[in-house]
Nanobody
């Protein structure tokens, strides 16, 4: 298993969750990482991305200011801190490993995909 996501669960509107994704070192090193989400019946949606060095981050407009992506290169892990969660954030979240160091919002730039973790925002 190259990518293992965790941290999903049930949270009330306005609450917070932190997703984690542990990667194999071979996959993680020198590659950007991203988070996407997908609701059944809808297209996969970009959420956030971070470059290999962590110097560049990108966010979807729908999560900007609420979500923060970060990475720990010593431990081959990427995180997604989600604050001020809304019911419309409810879906399955996937981490993805990039093909190169530069972050991107394009799914085609990611070669590795983990299993999803379900986030449910509900009162």
């Amino acid at each position: 298993v190259q990518l293992q996501a965790s941290g999903g669960g049930l949270v009330q509107p306005g609450g917070s969750l932190r997703l984690s994704c542990a990667a194999s070192r071979r996959m993680f090193r020198n590659n950007a990482m991203g988070w996407f989400r997908r609701t059944p019946g809808k297209e996969r949606e970009f959420v956030a991305a971070i470059s290999w060095t962590g110097a560049s981050t990108y966010y979807a407009d729908s999560v900007k200011g609420r979500f923060t992506i970060s990475r720990d290169n010593a431990n081959d892990t990427v995180y997604l801190q989600m604050n001020s969660l809304k019911p419309e954030d409810t879906t399955v979240y996937y981490c993805a490993g990039g093909r190169r160091p530069i972050a991107s919002d394009a799914p085609d730039e990611y070669a590795y995909w983990g299993q999803g973790t379900l986030v449910t925002v509900s009162s």
